[in-house]
């Protein structure tokens, strides 16, 4: 069943690169983790909530450690649009990465428009192939923490074949 969802993290990722972005300015990257890497992002999300305290790390790497694949998708060097708009908190464009927690920041909000865009082109193709999924800020913190994938900012999708999604009806 792994190389299947391997053929459909691809899949998602194509679905990633060719949503839409913004001005036409692409700043998505993509990446597919699978088998021991797996584990070890499971392993290490639940290592760093026991470490920090911070709720639910534990609960979503679980679920990793219950997923073949997990694809994750985020934005690099992300220039801001330039329009000024005010969305990103600031009157003027923000100058991008000034700080680093989980993710680097501040981000241009059409690029993360631009993201979340590319996320959601890439669970409505898991979707339709009837693949579990669901989108984790949790992962994507632990896989850039791990350089599973070079980003400033990216969220994860775990992939899964079961009777029965094991991403919703959690225990927090």
């Not at 998505?28 to 699978?34: I, K, Q, R």
């Amino acid at each position: 069943m792994s190389s299947e969802l391997r053929l459909v993290a691809d899949l998602m990722c194509i679905a990633a690169r060719t949503a839409p972005k913004s001005a036409g300015q692409d700043y998505v990257v993509t990446a597919v983790v699978e088998g021991q890497a797996c584990r070890e992002l499971g392993e290490a999300m639940i290592r760093f909530g026991e470490e920090t305290g911070k709720p639910n790390f534990d609960r979503d790497g679980k679920n990793v450690l219950g997923s073949p694949v997990v694809v994750l998708i985020g934005i690099k060097d992300a220039r801001p649009l330039g329009i000024g708009c005010g969305a990103c908190g600031s009157a003027e464009c923000i100058k991008p990465n000034q700080f680093e927690a989980e993710f680097k920041g501040p981000q241009c909000a059409f690029r993360l428009l631009d993201m979340g865009i590319a996320l959601g082109s890439a669970v409505k193709t898991a979707g339709l192939l009837n693949v579990d999924n669901r989108i984790m800020y949790r992962v994507g913190s632990i896989a850039r923490r791990m350089g599973l994938i070079d980003a400033d900012y990216v969220m994860g999708i775990p992939l899964s074949v079961t009777g029965k999604s094991i991403y919703f009806d959690r225990k927090s």
